[in-house]
Structure formats: C-alpha cells, structure tokens
C-alpha cells in the first residue's frame, strides 16, 4: 500500500472512531422507538389502543355527577398511562367562570392539535377542561389539589387560576391553556381534550395536545418513565395551603 493511501485510509478510520459516539444513541433511540416504545405503550395505557403511538384512546374518566356531588373543583384521574396524573378542573366551581374557551398553545404542533385551533369547557356549564398533573420542567407531580390565597404559594390559586409548582417555581395559568407565566418551565403545560355525553354525563378523555414530559434519554421519554413514582390522588383531593 502507498503512504499516501495508507495516511488516507487512517484518517477516514480515525474520523470513523471520532464520530461513532454520535451515532450510537440514535440507532438505539430508533431501535428504541419502533420496537420497546411499541410494546411498553400498550402494557401501561389505561385501556387498549388499537393505534398504539399513533393515536390516544378514548377512556371514561369521570362522570358529571362526580364533580357535582363535590364541592372540589379539581377531579383527579390517570391518562394516558395508568401512572400519569390529570384532573378536570371545573372553572365554574373554581372562579364562577361559564363557557370557557382558550387558544391552544400548541396548535400547529403535532398531529393531533390540528383538529384544535381552541380549546373549549364540557359539561352543562362548559366550564370543565383537564390537564396533565406533571411539570415540564423535571417531572414534579403538581399538586392542583392545594387551593392557596396566593399564586406566590405552591399550589392552584382560584383567583388566578394559576398552578404553582413547589418544586422549582413554575408557575401555569390554567383559564390560559396551561401558559407559563413564571418560572423555568420551558413550555406550556400540557392538556387533555374532553368528549362530553350530554345523555348520561359521562366525560372521555381523547387525546392530549402535547407529550406530558420528556427528557433525553429514550428510556425515559413519553411512554414509561422509570425515573418517577406518581400517585392519582383520592377524590375529592382538595386541601388548603398558603
């Protein structure tokens, strides 16, 4: 072999090793994606989609009555994995609000919001909506179910209907669409779209407008997150605080 070919041959080897590292986390992330994703996804949904990563399903989460028997506003439930924390909140109940609507902060953003330009309430008063109870910034569960007299308090304060997080200070407004309003949260927090059955009052969550949380690493992304333990707090979950 000529020096000149063999200094070639050594610098392309030598590049190859430099930049492997690159490329190793993404194949397992594609690896990751498309094989475990798929079967971990139906092992912790709270009921069986036929869809898998490409839709949510459609799950009862509550019914009228059990918000109207309490005088909570907030009604805990787990969706779309049998570990991750949501609740409806009923504005009407929390500040007198009627026919609630908002702009999706994350329209024109993954597939599903494309349906969703506004975010509107279900029920008799169009006054409940629903969100994620976990903090995007790291994964905290947010406690909704602490009413405070102040948004500077950790915990949802009816007034402003903000949702301060005790970990790190993010602070959310809930009438807003979950907009970040303080803090390090990076984006909005993420919402629950309602189907509402005027004839029995049952309520249905759908779909969620964003992923609830996701860090770098594919074993904790989305789907499953090993990292973190969340409880679904008994209903009614309303506590004072603040």
């Known amino acids: 072999m000529k020096r000149r070919d063999f200094i070639r041959l050594s610098m392309i080897a030598g590049g190859a090793v430099a930049v492997s590292p690159l490329f190793t986390p993404l194949f397992n992330y594609m690896g990751y994606y498309y094989n475990e994703l798929r079967l971990i996804s139906k092992n912790y949904l709270v009921v069986n989609n036929n ?14 009555k059990d918000l109207q028997n309490s005088s909570c506003p907030v009604y805990f439930f787990a969706y779309p994995l049998t570990n991750e924390p949501c609740f409806l909140i009923d504005f009407n109940k929390l500040k007198g609000m009627t026919d609630v609507e908002f ?18 309430g279900v029920g008799p008063k169009n006054s409940i909506c629903a969100f994620s109870a976990i903090c995007v910034h790291l994964g905290c569960q947010l406690p909704a179910q602490v009413l405070v007299s102040s948004p500077s ?3 949802l304060n009816p007034s402003s209907t903000i949702l301060h997080c005790p ?4 602070m959310y407004m809930l ?10 949260a990076p984006r909005p927090l993420p919402l629950i779209f309602l189907e509402y059955d005027e004839s029995t009052g049952d309520i249905y969550a759908i779909g969620t407008n964003a992923p609830y949380f996701s860090k770098t690493r594919p074993t904790s992304n989305l789907i ?6 969340y409880q679904i707090p008994k209903n009614p979950a309303c506590t004072t605080g603040g």
């Open 51 to 64: 869809l898998g990563l490409q839709g949510f399903p459609k799950y009862k989460v509550a019914n009228i």
């Open 103 to 120: 702009k999706n902060p994350y329209y024109g953003q993954f597939r599903i919001n494309s349906n969703y330009p506004k975010v509107v």
């Open 153 to 155: 308090y950790p915990g």
């Open 167 to 170: 970990c790190h200070g993010s």
């Open 175 to 184: 009438d807003q669409g979950g907009v970040v309003v303080g803090g390090p």
């Open 224 to 229: 499953y997150d090993p990292d973190y333990s």
